[in-house]
């Protein structure tokens, strides 16, 4: 393995993720156990600050900064756990941190943001309008444009697999959500390193499913985007990640939006955690296929748990 | 501070905790702070891997079985997170646990100890009778029959009380649900041997009183009980967390059920974590005192967060 990022650079990234958080828990669910019918544990990324594991990547991000960078400050755009992320580290390490959001964000997820310090702009009608026109700020002020799969913040995130390791080194399968790619990347970059033997699953949505048919194919596709669960929710693949994932990942899988939603319920039944779509989509992907699973110690990887009450209604009252 | 137990019983209690625990997260939220009209920290002991800060408490009695007691097991009675609590340190103990429920208890919870590992007898049809019954068993077998304010417990809860004060050694404020009255206690001893100027303010359900009223009155007497937030449903009060409470509680607040609701709701939208009646208890009465708390650094102990899914969606539908 001697392409970046490797193992070594997770490492290195532990420091500045442990100055500002702890590890998150690994649990073992007896009752969720007997309903997938094998042994599952599921790493609690949902309990972090920002309510996801990308704030791990946040902060080594911000901690390679230089003193020019520092001052010019952070721009990305995001209307979700990626700008909580960003806004995060940089008001831990006192950088300005200005986020463009589409129109029509999600106003508590831009609450969110504010409240963490940021300084949040509505521009443009998609993502992608809001991305774009973020790019030529950042450039025209001098300032960092941070995108979601940039090296230092899959650094971070791996450190959460190290943790799984930590607590259950014969771990046998981990099941990752793939939206961006840098978890599922960071997944099997330190799993494959510490043993080959452990599976790694990435997981999708079937409504979304850009990164999927891109690793099955081997070229960059995008693809519809029509999932409700913003944080696996990818139109245009990422290279860097999909050459990472192409190299490790043990399979990719598919699962339909209302099987995500079943799964939601639940984790909340038999875990009493509210999990977003990304974070529910191991769980939806273990279900289907649970006779690969039998008899092994399954991780499931609850990226982040921040679904709006509103969704949560809708999926409880149907 | 000469009785006990005092601020060293809890600090000896440490180790016994951190062998199977790790802290639990304390974070700040910005709009829930916005919210209350200051500054809002939730100490998150629904992390826990039994859903519930009680865990700590068991794993410190247990540890402080002789090698008969071990072999003889452990008898407790409970609908709730006690009983997991028991089953969780019986069982990382290698100690066979023996759990009275009441006939009719919660499928749910009655599945959870099980899950642990716990016998788990269903038997008498309300909480007294099934405690009485395995009171005898205890008795008969030669086994250690563990009540839910046992001093081992309230040593263990008190750990987390030491967290917040790492975590916040300025925290102004610290909000707590009474039930048996364990983790006020050890709350209020831990934050007036640290600085007297902590208030600790304890917080009950109108519909279940006891330990409010006993409080007040300096007399233990007994209440109603029809509170849904079976965390603080206690209609025979105890007298050693009376004692304490009385020595060093600021104040104790009645919330109404119907409070407690709303507090479980808004904390879903605010920090995405869902927490049992007991555990929202706090921000109920946070909410109801918002005047004495202003431009205060608070924390509210979210102690549980073992709602049943039935109840969620009744509570979200309305």
Redesign the interface.
């Known amino acids: 393995m001697t392409d970046t990022p490797t193992i070594h650079d997770i490492y290195a990234a532990r420091p500045h993720v442990y100055r500002y958080l ?2 998150t ?1 690994l ?5 969720l ?2 309903l997938v019918g094998t042994q599952i544990y599921i790493k ?1 990324e ?2 972090q ?1 920002v ?1 996801a594991f990308k704030v791990r990547g946040g902060l080594v991000m911000a901690a390679g900064l230089t003193t020019e960078q520092r001052k010019a400050g952070l721009f990305t755009a995001s209307t979700g756990n990626h700008g909580q992320s960003i806004a995060y580290a940089a008001r831990a390490n006192a950088i300005k941190a200005t986020i463009a959001v589409p129109e029509g964000a999600n106003p ?1 997820k831009v ?2 943001m ?3 310090g940021a300084e949040v702009i509505l521009h443009g009608e998609d993502f992608d309008s809001a991305r774009e026109w973020i790019t030529g700020v950042a450039a025209e002020k001098g300032g960092t444009f941070v995108g979601p799969t940039d090296e230092p913040l899959i650094h971070g995130v791996g450190t959460y697999t190290l943790e799984i390791l930590d607590d259950l080194p014969d771990v046998e399968v981990i099941l990752v959500p793939v939206g961006a790619g840098s978890g599922a990347s960071a997944t099997s970059i330190v799993a494959k390193s510490i043993h080959p033997g452990i599976k790694v699953i990435g997981v999708q949505s079937a409504q979304a499913p850009a990164m999927h048919l891109s690793w099955q194919s081997g070229n960059l596709m995008t693809a519809q985007m029509e999932t409700f669960a913003e944080g696996i929710a990818t139109r245009v693949p990422f290279e860097n990640t999909q050459r990472i994932m192409r190299k490790y990942l043990d399979d990719f899988l598919l699962v339909d939006d209302a099987d995500i939603e079943d799964a939601i ?1 639940i984790l ?2 038999h875990t ?3 999990a ?1 779509g990304a974070g529910a989509a191991p769980l939806a992907a273990a279900l289907q296929i649970k006779d690969r699973l039998a008899g092994k110690k399954v991780v499931l990887v609850m990226s982040g ?5 509103e969704r ?2 809708g999926i ?2 149907r």
């Open positions: 702890r590890p828990p649990h073992h669910y007896a009752t156990s007997d609690h949902n309990h600050p309510g508590g609450a969110a504010r409240g963490l319920r909340l039944e009493h955690n509210l977003e748990g921040n679904l709006s009450v949560l209604k409880l009252s």
